[in-house]
Nanobody, 116 residues
């Protein structure tokens, strides 16, 4: 079955960096675009970044441009999110995601807390 397992979250000080990973299994990873979303307490889930199936194309939410980088390794069935210059407002649970037709698949999420 499809599995998405996020890791790499934690507590980091403002201005710090984290690298999130999402290990995928149960589907042909290299055939699908992958996304990262996040959900802060009391807020709706929002798109962070998207990467094409080959990794040749990426898109970011405006507030993440220049600070976050999405990448993937199709040989390892893993998508990454490098987060730099983190701010307290980046505190959220981060999820990876992909869509097949009308079905969306989500991981369990990884908590990122940015605080001094």
């Amino acid at each position: 079955q499809v599995q998405l397992v996020e890791s790499g979250g934690g507590l980091v000080q403002p201005g710090g960096s984290l690298r999130l990973s999402c290990a995928a299994s149960g589907f042909t990873f290299s055939s699908y675009a992958m996304s990262w979303y996040r959900q802060a307490p009391g807020k709706e889930r929002e798109l962070v970044a998207v990467i094409s199936s080959t990794g040749s194309s990426t898109n970011y939410a405006d507030s993440m441009k220049g600070r976050f980088t999405i990448s993937r390794d199709n040989a390892k069935n893993t998508v990454y999110l490098q987060m730099n210059s983190l701010k307290p407002e980046d505190t959220a649970v981060y999820y990876c995601n992909f869509v097949v037709g009308l079905s969306a698949y989500w991981g369990q999420g990884t908590q990122v807390t940015v605080s001094s």
